[in-house]
């Protein structure tokens, strides 16, 4: 009897340890900066955050039984606690770079993207990123259009914390162009057709990638059987109709 007693102590305990089988443990917890429709922003009448990213990572985390929760971060603050595992992972539009892939882990990329340049809709001299030598070019922070506007010669440089903000200063004629990533472009542009369009093609090519913390390659390897498990089912197909079909 004793030894029954035993026997189950001991095997409840051991089930406390596998993941998953005890109380109270701590979710992961994914980072993004809700301010890029349609990839992840915050619902006006929910207040929500929602978009493709909230999408496919809510999927990934199904089919892997991650209990997750999202974490609404500035752009900035973001990379930095993905660099130094505040958060466990990152899902926001973010690019894979060589530079980035030094201070955290990615996911096999999940999106292909490319920079492009909106203008008012009365611009006649600006036709793509060459004419903006001698012009003001906004852009968010520490993003990968910011990277593009400082390689333009004679461009200067006006940084956003939020691109929001960049794309309203456009629209006042406070600055002359925006550079950022294409999907979110023409989101803005459809959204405020009357005063902005795109001007050119986008001209990089990039690929969106779930950021993980490098001391986590166990939940990198989770996120990265999910989301082949998700794209084998037809999900990023999905998606790109439901967030970006009418662009
Ligand atoms: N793709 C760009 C980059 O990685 C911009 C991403 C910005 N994402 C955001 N949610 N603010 O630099």
Redo the contacts with the bound molecule.
């Keep these: 009897m004793k030894r029954l007693f035993w026997c189950v102590l001991i095997g409840l305990m051991l089930l406390a340890m596998v993941p998953g089988c005890s109380q109270g443990e701590a979710k992961i917890r994914i980072a ?5 429709p349609p ?2 922003y915050v619902d006006e009448e929910t207040m929500e955050i929602v978009g493709f990213d909230i999408d496919l990572m809510t999927a990934i985390a199904e089919k892997e039984d991650l209990d997750i929760e999202f974490v609404n971060v500035a ?1 900035d603050p ?1 990379l930095a606690g993905v660099a130094q595992c505040q958060y466990d992972a990152a899902i ?4 894979i ?1 060589f530079e980035r892939a030094e201070a955290m882990l990615f996911s096999d990329p999940y999106f292909a ?1 490319g920079q492009i340049v909106t203008v008012r809709i009365d611009n006649t001299d600006i036709a793509d990123k060459d004419d903006l030598g001698g012009k003001v070019v906004g852009a ?1 922070l ?4 910011a ?1 593009e506007v400082e390689k333009i010669a004679g461009a200067t440089l006006k940084s956003y914390d939020e ?1 929001g903000l960049a794309y309203q200063d456009l629209m006042n004629g406070q600055i002359d162009a925006v550079i ?2 294409n999907p ?1 472009a023409l989101e803005y542009v459809g959204k405020n057709s009357d005063k902005l369009k795109t001007a050119g093609e986008a001209f990089t090519s ?1 690929f ?1 990638g779930i950021a993980v913390c490098k001391d986590n390659p166990e939940l990198l390897a989770k996120i990265n059987s999910g989301l082949a498990a998700v794209k084998a089912e037809g999900l990023i197909e999905e998606l790109v109709d439901k967030w970006l079909g009418s662009q």
């Design positions: 993004t900066d809700a301010t890029w990839f992840e752009w973001l926001s539009s973010i690019t770079t993207a968010q520490g993003t990968t259009g990277m691109i950022a990533d979110l990039e969106y």
